[in-house]
């Protein structure tokens, strides 16, 4: 997650994930503890889900945006800028 409007990091940002009829919900947090690191992915886990399939992500960005990625596919890592409907797949 890069943010544009936002702050860099996205922190405050609410992603809802949807696929069949199901909806997981992450919120993207800043920091941990002290001398520790944070990994700045957020992962969503899918359990037995084809390789296949794709899903469909909303994110509401800390400046109010909200924005729709479509048609995601799963088992992947996908870098999603502010404002840039399809992101890049990593």
């Known amino acids: 997650m890069i943010g544009s409007k936002s702050n860099r990091d996205a922190i405050g940002a609410k992603l809802t994930l949807s696929v069949a009829d199901r909806k997981l919900v992450r919120w993207i ?3 941990s503890s002290y001398l ?3 990994d700045k992915r957020v992962i969503f886990g899918l359990g037995g889900l084809a390789a296949s ?3 469909n ?3 509401l960005w800390p400046s109010g945006t909200k924005q729709n990625v479509t048609a995601l596919k799963i088992n992947r890592y996908h870098q999603i800028a ?3 409907s399809q992101g890049v797949s990593r």
């Open 29 to 31: 947090t800043g920091g």
């Open 36 to 38: 520790s690191s944070h």
């Open 53 to 55: 399939q794709t899903v």
């Open 57 to 59: 992500l909303e994110i």
């Open 82 to 84: 502010e404002n840039n």
